[in-house]
């Protein structure tokens, strides 16, 4: 039953949106739907049957087909009603039904009828309908009467035929092409909405020819276009093809600019609007080709409509991301939009200010921030503080008021996300700053006296452990750590004992009074807290004995733990308990990269690096027994590396076949993963052929032949070369399947006894750099890279040419080298023009690599690099910027 109807002005919370169908069932709707079985048919009350079914389908309720199928041929009763309310609700739930191609035959003559009634509602409502029912078949009689429809004089009887075209050219393309005369003569329509439509459908018609588009284009520039809606389409229209003209020539001319500019001057504010936005989003804008835009986006903040004052500051926002000087003109309009009673609004004309604004507006900004802040929700917020930040790290000498700012933001009411982001940056500013650290050490230790969240405590407590000891009065510190000790939950209790043992580690002249903090902490309640505090007194000699050496006890609490989780996680869940204690050391160090995609048929079983156990200490364990059971390789000595499977077929062709290469310290093997793929047949004597006369360094090939390889079960076959020891050799190879094959009886699974002998060109295989790089995590890249040292490294610059993005420069580099991504540097924000990228590993002879890469957009597209590396080898680092300079 449908609840009453509550009065908008009744005085209840959180009460937006109320419907008088709230509440119904599907069961009593469809016992009202036999009203329209009614010998004399009530419209109105049919009205509003129809209506409740509409709600629950919309809802989500679904009917069963026997339920469908008796509501449609209800429904198709109401035709011979005249009332034209009842007839727009019938085309409705017709629309809404879907029927099956069997069903449609029912309503067909009724809706070809009303097609060509001289009522021009029908007609436009039966073509929406039929269009959305019919298939390819019907479609094919009633196209001459949407032809006429598209030319018809009625607009909303030619929009109906046109956005009927736009949905059938998803289903239908062929048909709807042939319809492109009368969609010309549409775009010339004096009705704004079929002009509109018209033009959408022509495009959609030849948007796979670039030069008809182009043509397009031209055409409808030239000033043939009335409607703004359709001006807008145009005009993004345009857009595509200056950016595709742009990628294919070289020429600094930009075609269709001036008609861009043009449209700054439309009478319609929307198309003013998308004008703007288009040329502040053109590939390699210039200062000159901007300040139009600007100047008419600047007025727009100015507007009396708030949504033109938010079109307007976000588009200015993202302008300032990229060209922030072009947008500095526009500060005191976007300064006054900070009391805008749209909060969104104010959130980004704040964002934008601290974009653009200059080292003596800052004090001016924070004030009015300080009042704005607390009007606004916490995702808002967190928006403004990445924006302080960003200004903060641009004006390194405002970091005082700044950082007092995010101090006393910290302070007040807020979620999770929100203290974090504060947080987090305080913590950025203070590793990038070093005049803020002593300050925002104590902003932080402040915040933990009254800080909620446990995750924040701990991550606070971590870092100041790092960072306390390196500053000029450490001792200051110890307070609000050992507070944490006697006022927190055990996990917090926990972390701080840990960092007071740093402080203790670190600072000789703390040391005694850590012992007697830590000596309190052995009768805490908790068993981590107790362990812990007990662990580190033995650890740094509680009872006056120096039981560790500095560098021992250092390297303990501060050691990078170089073993990825996951893997120690295995070794841990898969170690045995026994007299002989696990071993850290038996934990794979390498991070195992997943192949993109895996190129398998459905129903295909895994093959190669798949089909043996899962995760990356059983396969790389996997990997050492099977090499080693076999006799010609048993002699190569310990495992470096395995990689990731190599696709050397297409998908769905009739042998599947990938490669893994695993590196030896003299030897390379190549592991071929084969499947054969079609039932008739039975493969024998399977082997790769390797051509490796691209690879000089390679010699003396050693294979082992696969015996038989049936139909779906997967078989490797294998061929070694030696190569000179410890050097990372690389080359290219050529490869060629060759077997026997055999057919096979269906009936019985037999194979004949006679063969024929075939081969199968496989694609080419590359031994990299790559190839001789683990991918090795570190948890804290600076500590490594400081505790690594500037002995070894090497520094130089590099020109990567025209790319497509920062991010693809990004990822080419990072694929290049094989390393692995730290701290989630990989990832590059969208239109930045500079990114900083850490990458860590360890190099063919277990030599650590570190390696910070700062990309830059320099001139159109191209991307400058500047490569550091530091490593445990001087040849080493020579080798990384070897690897890049080729590459």
């Known amino acids: 039953m449908a609840q009453p109807l509550i009065k908008k002005d009744d005085d209840r919370d959180d009460e937006a949106e109320y419907s008088p169908y709230l509440g119904i069932e599907k069961g009593a709707v469809l016992q009202e739907a036999r009203v329209f079985n009614d010998p004399q048919l009530d419209p109105r009350k049919c009205s509003q049957v129809i209506t409740k079914l509409l709600y629950l389908l919309n809802q989500g309720d679904s009917f069963t087909k026997v339920e469908a199928t008796e509501v449609f041929f209800a429904v198709t009763k109401l035709f011979q009603s005249k009332d034209i309310g009842l007839r727009r609700m019938v085309y409705l739930m017709i629309k809404e039904l879907s029927p099956s191609s069997d069903e449609v035959i029912i309503v067909t003559s009724s809706l070809m009828k009303d097609m060509n009634s001289k009522t021009d509602m029908y007609r436009a409502n039966a073509i929406r309908v039929l269009c959305r029912i019919t298939d390819g078949t019907l479609l094919t009689q009633i196209e001459r009467y949407l032809k006429q429809a598209i030319v018809d004089k009625n607009p909303v009887v030619a929009s109906a035929a046109l956005v009927s075209g736009i949905h059938l050219l998803q289903t239908n393309p062929e048909i709807v092409k042939r319809w492109s005369n009368e969609v010309q003569e549409a775009v010339q329509s004096r009705a704004a909405l079929v002009q509109f439509h018209a033009l959408g459908l022509l495009h959609q018609i030849r948007q796979n020819d670039r030069l008809a588009v182009s043509k397009l284009v031209t055409s409808l520039t030239r000033g043939t276009v009335r409607s703004p809606l359709a001006q807008c389409l145009l005009i993004r229209y345009t857009s595509q093809v200056i950016r595709e003209s742009a990628a294919n020539t070289q020429t600094a001319d930009r075609p269709f600019y001036d008609f861009l500019e043009g449209c700054l001057r439309h009478k319609a504010e929307m198309v003013i609007f998308e004008a703007a936005r288009a040329i502040t989003e053109l590939s390699g804008v210039t200062s000159r080709e901007l300040t139009p835009a600007i100047t008419v986006l600047q007025l727009f903040l100015s507007s009396s409509k708030p949504v033109l004052r938010f079109a307007a500051v976000r588009t200015l926002n993202k302008v300032a991301m990229t060209h922030p000087m072009a947008v500095t003109n526009c500060n005191i309009d976007m300064e006054s939009l900070i009391s805008d009673q749209n909060r969104s609004i104010a959130t980004l004309a704040i964002t934008t200010l601290l974009k653009t604004g200059n080292e003596s507006s800052v004090d001016r900004l924070m004030k009015q921030i300080t009042n704005f802040m607390s009007d606004i929700a916490d995702e808002f917020k967190i928006v403004v503080v990445e924006?302080?930040?960003?200004?903060?790290?641009?004006?390194?000498?405002k970091y005082r008021s700044l950082m007092n700012f995010l101090s006393n933001i910290l302070r007040e009411e807020g979620g999770f996300e929100y203290k974090k982001a504060i947080v987090d940056s305080i913590v950025i500013l203070i590793r990038d700053i070093p005049d803020a650290k002593e300050s925002g050490l104590l902003h932080l230790c402040e915040f933990i006296e009254d800080c909620e969240f446990t995750y924040l405590s701990t991550q606070i407590l971590h870092f100041l452990g790092i960072e306390g000891p390196k500053t000029s009065d450490p001792s200051k510190y110890i307070r609000y750590i050992y507070n944490r000790?006697?006022?927190?939950?055990?996990?917090v209790r926990a972390a701080a004992?840990?960092?007071?043992?740093?402080f203790g580690a670190l600072v000789d002249a703390l040391k005694p009074r850590i012992f007697v903090l830590l000596r309190r902490c052995v009768f805490d309640s908790d068993d981590e807290v107790r362990d812990r505090a007990t662990l580190y007194l033995n650890?740094?000699?509680g009872d006056g004995e120096v039981v560790e050496t500095d560098k021992d006890v250092q390297d303990f609490l501060f050691g990078p733990l170089d073993i990825p989780l996951v893997n120690l996680e295995t070794s841990l869940k898969n170690y045995e308990a026994s007299e002989e204690p696990f071993d850290i050391h038996s934990v794979p160090r390498e991070v195992k990269s997943q192949p993109l995609a895996e190129k398998k048929a459905p129903g295909k079983k895994p093959t190669g690096i798949s089909a043996l156990p899962a995760g990356?200490?059983?396969t790389v364990d996997a990997y050492e027994r099977l090499l080693s059971s076999i006799p010609e390789f048993s002699s190569f000595g310990k495992l470096f590396k395995s990689s990731a499977p190599v696709e050397l077929t297409e998908a769905e062709t009739e042998y599947a076949v990938n490669v893994v290469k695993h590196i030896f310290d003299e030897h390379v093997v190549f592991q071929y993963n084969c499947t054969n793929t079609i039932p008739e047949q039975l493969l024998e004597n399977v082997i790769v052929v390797v051509d490796a006369s691209e690879a000089e360094d390679f010699k003396e090939p050693v294979s082992k032949p696969l015996r038989s390889l049936p139909y779906d079960s997967p078989g490797q076959t294998f061929?070694?070369?030696?190569?000179p020891p410890g050097v990372p050799a690389v080359g290219k190879f050529s490869n060629m399947l060759r077997f026997i094959v055999k057919e096979v009886d269906p009936t019985t699974g037999e194979a004949d006894e006679d063969g024929v002998e075939d081969e199968y060109q496989l694609e080419d295989l590359e031994v990299t750099s790559a190839d001789f790089m683990k991918k090795v995590g570190v948890p804290n890249f600076r500590n490594e890279w400081e505790k690594m040292g500037p002995d070894f490294e090497r520094v130089d610059e590099y020109g990567l040419g025209p790319r497509e993005s920062l991010g693809e420069a990004v990822s080419a580099v990072?694929?290049?080298?094989?390393?692995?991504?730290?701290?989630?540097t990989e990832v590059v924000p969208n239109n930045s023009r500079s990114h900083s990228c850490l990458l860590s590993g360890v190099f063919f002879g277990n030599v650590k690599v570190l390696v910070r890469l700062q990309f830059g957009i320099d001139g159109p597209k191209e991307v400058a690099m500047k490569l550091a590396v530091r490593s445990e080898d001087e040849s080493v680092s020579d080798t990384i910027h070897e690897i890049v300079a080729s590459g």
Request: proline share 9%.
């Open 616 to 618: 990356p200490p059983s």
């Open 497 to 502: 004992v840990s960092t007071m043992a740093k």
């Open 539 to 541: 650890t740094l000699g």
């Open 814 to 824: 990072i694929s290049l080298l094989g390393m692995q991504p730290c701290e989630g």
């Open 719 to 723: 061929m070694a070369f030696k190569k």
């Open 485 to 491: 000790v006697h006022l927190e939950n055990a996990t």
């Open 387 to 397: 924006a302080i930040r960003s200004l903060c790290l641009k004006f390194p000498l």
